[in-house]
């Protein structure tokens, strides 16, 4: 069975810093990786997805992620964080073969960043 | 367009009482999803349709929560009879197909059982 694993909780950072969230995941078959942010009292939207390619994906707001097989993980990074980035970040996965259409996601990693 | 619909955003009820959710989708997606998110179990796929079908309602936790997609551009959540633990934030999502594309989430309604 597929499943997601964000190992930070909380990240604190402070405004301009780097900042990595870790994303690993666990799945027998080959798989879709997706990374959705959410702001406070608002729905889930998505930062960047890896479907085939590149394992190297662009997202919005500067965010970028990569895909490595062999540690079965997908880390959301971005160069230097603004205040406005302060949300909950959710990594996805979704199978790749198949039509089943679920998300798996894991449980979340707050990102505070400090000015 | 206007995203995705959900209504009511907020509803306080107390236990006992029948609660029911609203979704209107993005118009031409053809899956919809039903989620709920709480502190303590993160986020949880309730059920999904495909063509206004449910393909998978494993998630759904017990026998007092239903949901219905009548036709392509309306579905419902129903919880009866509701309980306190049944107090989180339900999502409704989106998307054009199934597996690799962008779901489109709602604002969410934030469901208070007393």
């Known amino acids: 069975a597929q499943s997601v694993t964000q190992l930070d909780s909380q990240v604190p950072v402070f405004e301009e810093a780097p900042v990595e969230l870790r994303c690993n995941y666990s799945s027998s078959v080959s798989v879709y990786l997706f990374w959705y942010v959410q702001y406070p009292n608002q729905g889930l939207q998505l930062l960047l997805k890896y479907l085939s390619g590149s394992t190297l994906v662009k997202g919005i707001n500067g965010f970028e992620a990569e895909f490595n097989k062999s540690q079965t993980s997908f880390h959301l990074r971005k160069p230097s964080v603004h205040i406005s980035d302060t949300a909950e970040y959710f990594c996805a996965v979704s199978e790749g073969t198949g039509n089943t259409g679920k998300l798996i996601f894991g449980q979340g990693t707050t990102l505070q960043v400090k000015p | 367009d206007a995203g995705v619909i959900q209504s009511p955003r907020h509803e306080v009820t107390e236990m006992g009482q029948e609660v029911t959710l609203r979704c209107k989708p993005i118009s031409g997606h053809n899956s919809l999803f039903w989620y709920r998110q709480t502190m303590m179990r993160g986020l949880e796929l309730l059920i999904y349709?495909?063509?206004?079908?449910?393909?998978?309602d494993s998630g759904m936790p017990e026998d007092r929560f239903s949901a219905k997609m009548p036709n392509a551009s309306f579905s419902t959540l129903k919880i009866q009879p509701s309980e306190p633990r049944d107090s989180a934030v339900y999502f409704c999502a989106s998307s054009l197909g199934l597996w690799n594309n962008e779901q489109f989430f709602g604002p969410g309604t934030r469901l208070t059982v007393l």
């Open positions: 349709f495909n063509n206004n079908v449910p393909i998978d």
